[in-house]
């Protein structure tokens, strides 16, 4: 038996597991964390809008539950949390444009 022969299989081994995780690292755009919250490193609703408003922060399913419990949310006057609120029960899901909208006009919560 070829000795050489175990030393090539492995050489093949190897070269398609690095191809393989190339070709993953390439299609999620180098993405391999944990996605984080849009309002993370923000302390105040304001900062959190604005990045919203100019593109910087999106997230169209937002955790509502991570959301409700943020320190930022916690702190927001209690018309824009009742909207925020509204808009989440109406449609079970909460996007980031909602609270863009919310902020700038608490009865947005109330219109369908």
Not at 2 to 28: D, E, R, W, Y
Not at 54 to 74: E, H, L, Q, V
Not at 87 to 110: I, M, P, T, W
Request: charged share 30%.
């Amino acid at each position: 038996m070829n000795k050489k022969q175990p030393v090539k299989t492995i050489f093949l081994l190897a070269s398609m597991l690095t191809l393989t995780f190339g070709v993953l690292l390439h299609a999620t755009d180098g993405q391999v964390y944990a996605a984080k919250s849009i309002w993370a490193g923000d302390t105040t609703m304001e900062q959190l809008v604005k990045k919203i408003d100019k593109g910087k922060a999106s997230d169209d399913s937002m955790n509502w539950k991570d959301f409700k419990n943020s320190k930022i949310f916690k702190q927001e006057d209690s018309e824009t949390k009742k909207c925020i609120e509204k808009r989440q029960d109406l449609s079970n899901n909460l996007a980031d444009y909602e609270v863009l909208h919310c902020f700038k006009d608490s009865d947005y919560g109330y219109k369908s």
